[in-house]
T-cell receptor
Framework: DGGITQSPKYLFRKEGQNVTLSCEQNLNHDAMYWYRQDPGQGLRLIYY???????QKGDIAEGYSVSREKKESFPLTVTSAQKNPTAFYLC????????????FGQGTRLTVV | QQQVKQSPQSLIVQKGGISIINCAYENTAFDYFPWYQQFPGKGPALLIA?????SEKKEGRFTISFNKSAKQFSLHIMDSQPGDSATYFC???????????FGKGTRLSVIA
């Protein structure tokens, strides 16, 4: 089955630790995105990548980093510099020519204690 | 200019009623307007979308109405059902290879 897989579903980390969230897609999509979702805040764009080895900052990139070494994979690292990392993180992908049809993963809920 | 304003933030509708969610935008260069539906603990999924040269699009019980001159669009859910209870996001597609701009979401509860 084609789709986007985010892992893990739940993640707990201690304050001050970096943590990496995984996102893999087998849809052969060019573009991939990371969003953060907080109650009442909607979907806020963290980073996006249109092609391999290239990515751009979104609206709230501070405290996050990404890499795009393979078309299928777009991991997100939440660094210790992110002041408020507890949130629901969503990965998405789309064809570059049809970005409105973004397919989302099931999300990772990160809790930092 | 890149914002999409969505209202209401939350909505409670009786079973069988009509749910209406509204969105407004400023950037006239937006060229596509999708709606996403998200159930708790899941990722959003594309529900229905419309281009700005169309005033209305209907898919089953879901209808998008688009008013280009007012720069507004809305989602109507006819005969709302408890299974429609979810968070709905409107979005707009900027020109070029830039990501969708999302509204802040509307949490819909359909009660029996």
């Amino acid at each position: 089955d084609g789709g986007i897989t985010q892992s893990p579903k739940y993640l707990f980390r201690k304050e001050g630790q970096n943590v990496t969230l995984s996102c893999e897609q087998n849809l052969n999509h060019d573009a991939m995105y990371w969003y953060r979702q907080d109650p009442g805040q909607g979907l806020r764009l963290i980073y996006y990548s249109q092609i391999v080895n290239d990515f751009q900052k979104g609206d709230i990139a501070e405290g996050y980093s990404v890499s795009r070494e393979k078309k299928e994979s777009f991991p997100l690292t939440v660094t210790s510099a992110q002041k408020n990392p507890t949130a629901f993180y969503l990965c998405a992908s789309s064809m570059r020519t049809s970005r409105i049809e973004a397919f989302f993963g099931q999300g990772t809920r990160l809790t930092v204690v | 200019q890149q914002q999409v304003k969505q209202s209401p933030q939350s909505l409670i509708v009786q079973k069988g009623g009509i749910s209406i969610i509204n969105c407004a935008y400023e950037n006239t260069a937006f060229d596509y307007f999708p709606w996403y539906q998200q159930f708790p603990g899941k990722g959003p999924a594309l529900l229905i979308a419309i281009r700005p040269d169309v005033s209305e699009k209907k898919e089953g019980r879901f209808t998008i109405s688009f008013n280009k001159s007012a720069k507004q669009f809305s989602l109507h859910i006819m005969d709302s059902q408890p299974g429609d209870s979810a968070t709905y996001f409107c979005a707009a597609s900027p020109p070029g290879n830039t990501p969708l701009v999302f509204g802040k979401g509307t949490r819909l509860s359909v009660i029996a």
